[in-house]
Nanobody
Framework: QVQLVESGGGLVQPGWSLRLSCVSS????????MGWYRRAPGKQRELVAT???????NYAGSVRVRCTISRDNAKNTVYLQMNGLKPENTAVYYC?????WGQGTQVTVSS
């Protein structure tokens, strides 16, 4: 059974940072790229960033300068470090691996 479990979301003020985590089943993590996506209220799900099993990264243009995706193979975990958060970053953030999805973690940016 494939499991992806996200955590690290919350309510933060504009300008703050958050680090999201996604723990994956061992067998799927080691052989597949992983990605972070988000769905803002009233919008479709969109790509935030991806990282291959070899560590190559790709970012959506809108988040490139404020997000860093990384992975810890020993912990089967992928991270998304987000800095300088803005209200428009409010969304449910999902972890993806080989078209398996986690339940999402809510990020709310509000003063």
């Amino acid at each position: 059974q494939v499991q992806l479990v996200e955590s690290g979301g919350g309510l933060v003020q504009p300008g703050w940072s958050l680090r999201l985590s996604c723990v994956s089943s061992v067998w799927i993590f080691s052989t597949n790229p992983m990605g972070w996506y988000r769905r803002a209220p009233g919008k479709q799900r969109e790509l935030v960033a991806t990282i291959t099993q070899f560590g190559s990264t790709n970012y959506a243009g809108s988040v490139r300068v404020r997000c860093t995706i990384s992975r810890d193979n020993a912990k089967n975990t992928v991270y998304l470090q987000m800095n300088g958060l803005k209200p428009e970053n409010t969304a449910v953030y999902y972890c993806d691996c080989a078209n398996y999805w986690g339940q999402g973690t809510q990020v709310t940016v509000s003063s």
